[in-house]
Nanobody, 117 residues
Framework: QVELVESGGGLVQAGGSLRLSCAAS????????MGWFRQTPGKEREFVAG????????YYANSVKGRFTISRDNAKITIYLQMNSLKPEDTAVYSC??????????WGQGTQVTVSS
């Protein structure tokens, strides 16, 4: 079992920045990849960014490329999402996800990000 705890959400004005953190605990040696999804009411969960635990390959949704940066701290088993130039359409609940080598998915509880115009 893997537990994920997110932090760093909040309210920010358009153009501002926020940094999300996701700390993993438990059977973390089995982790293959970690990342972030987001969801707004009435919409499907949307992929935001992902990072390979083993080789550091990074992936972004087109909607956040150039504005968001995902990074990792392997020693702390933590990933971060630096969000710059935030837009009102970035408002969502952001959830951390981790997948193990068998591609089982583990989710955090989610953190609200609200961007005011």
């Amino acid at each position: 079992q893997v537990e994920l705890v997110e932090s760093g959400g909040g309210l920010v004005q358009a153009g501002g920045s926020l940094r999300l953190s996701c700390a993993a605990s438990g059977r973390t040696l089995s982790l293959h990849a970690m990342g972030w999804f987001r969801q707004t009411p009435g919409k499907e969960r949307e992929f935001v960014a992902g990072i390979s635990v083993s080789d550091g390959n990074i992936y972004y949704a087109n909607s956040v490329k150039g504005r968001f940066t995902i990074s990792r701290d392997n020693a702390k088993i933590t990933i971060y999402l630096q969000m710059n130039s935030l837009k009102p359409e970035d408002t969502a609940v952001y959830s951390c996800i981790a997948r193990d080598a068998q591609l089982r998915a583990y989710w955090g509880q989610g953190t609200q990000v609200t961007v005011s115009s």
